[in-house]
């Protein structure tokens, strides 16, 4: 094989699959950044009912305060990631509308070798 028939070979399978991969790509980048920020907001509620139930059972044991959960920046982190996962999903749509497959309507392949009856 020569260095060209690799290059365009391989071209073809990039412009292939690339579309599948940052369909994959995105929707994972926007689940990962949905997850990371509700494990910020959970953290802080975690850790604020570990300190109410300190000075309940402590009452001269003072914690320090911390100030009300940042809602605002959490809702729109979380918001971007949901539109980054969306957008992954349309993408991901799009490569499975233009590839002409349905897997779910998909008829299984018989084997021409095995005889019926």
Known sequence: MTGRHLIRNGWTRVKEF?????????MYGGIHQIFSVLKQVLGIGIMRLINTATEKIFPGYYLPRYGAIPWPM??????????????????????????????QHSQPKQNPRRSEG
């Open 18 to 26: 690339a579309p599948a991969a940052m369909a994959a790509a995105l």
């Open 74 to 103: 959490f809702a729109r982190v979380a918001a971007v990631g949901v539109i980054i996962a969306a957008v992954g999903m349309f993408i991901g749509l799009w490569v499975q509308a233009r590839s002409g497959t349905n897997p």
